[in-house]
């Protein structure tokens, strides 16, 4: 039994082909495509202000050149945000519940932040590392834990990920299994129980388009220190 709970995370394969990649393009099928009209009818309007929306939301904390990343966020941002509702769906798989995928989108947007900070104002990203007015005997010690917190960071935006979409996914899973088996021999409590599997969708609803900002926000935060 538990093994059937964590059976979802492993990646589906077809003839020995992983469809993880077909996972993962299918959501740019949902955005609207260019083309000689802009605004073709009202879903394509509506998506186009949503990610205005989100646009300006990501470029808010950013300074002027911060807005050249304006592509690159909004960006990772639609493609967290449909990733991680389209995996609420029955029979479908979530390319962010992996690990391996996460690390694989904030590593190298991590270092290209701390890059360009390092580029452009070495001596001001070096100084985070080091609080002014350290005393002398902790200036070690600071610079251990200072660069420790920075190199952790693709970590922590990994792990934060992947921790809170496989917490809500197993605990649909084993509340959807509990009323089913309860339908038959305890209907009320059955009952009971789909009220709060309804109640935990909505949730993991909230969860998915909150955990795909809180990724992206940090990022552009990130970037915002190193320009």
Known sequence: MNLSFFDQFSSPSLLGIPLILIAMVFPALLLPSPGNRWINNRLSTLQLWFINLITKQLM????????KWALILTSLMMFLLLTNLLGLLPYTFTPTTQLSMNLALAFPLWLATLLTGLRNQPSV?????????????LIPALILIETTSLLIRPLALGVRLTANLTAGHLLIQLISTATTTL?????????????????????????????????????????QENI
């Open 60 to 67: 808010i904390p950013l300074d002027k050149k911060g807005h």
């Open 125 to 137: 990203s070096l100084g985070h590392l080091l609080p002014e007015g350290t005393p002398t005997l």
């Open 183 to 223: 339908m038959t021999t305890m209907p009320v409590v059955s009952l009971l129980t789909l009220a709060v599997l309804l109640l935990l969708t909505i949730l993991e609803v909230a969860v998915a388009m909150i955990q795909a900002y809180v990724f992206v926000l940090l990022l552009s935060m990130y970037l």
